[in-house]
């Protein structure tokens, strides 16, 4: 179970990492401009996309970092429960803008996280 959630956690890092610094980096107008899967940030203000971006790369280093330095891992579940949260509001705007093809994608990524948030909070919790 421990490697299984080491597994799903490493991937959903290195995703949220490179979707939030892309979002961090990237103006808005070429995200939108990149395809349906980014029409997304029409919904939101440039800062809001840096915002959301923002909150991709520090759940990303929460995920990892807390457990790895041993230092307050109880941060692990709690970005991933973060995620969990953004990636169910991510679900909705997509649902509100009728791209039902890609809230699928978003509920996979937030079931992933819930696994790892589940995991950590329960039988493989780095808290003694």
Do not use: H, Q
């Amino acid at each position: 179970m421990n490697l299984a959630l080491w597994i799903v956690t490493g991937l959903l890092a290195a995703a949220y990492l490179v979707g939030g610094a892309f979002k961090v980096i990237t103006p808005k107008e070429k995200i939108a401009a990149g395809g349906s899967s980014g029409r997304w940030v029409e919904e939101f203000s440039a800062g809001g996309v840096k915002a959301i971006g923002t909150l991709e790369v520090l759940a990303a280093v929460g995920l990892v970092l807390p457990a790895v330095l041993d230092v307050a891992p109880v941060l692990v579940p709690s970005a991933a429960l973060g995620l969990v949260l953004l990636m169910l509001g991510a679900a909705i705007i997509r649902i509100r803008r009728y791209e039902s093809k890609l809230v699928m994608v978003d509920l996979v990524y937030a079931a992933l996280a819930a696994f790892v948030a589940w995991g950590r909070f329960g039988p493989e919790s780095f808290i003694s």
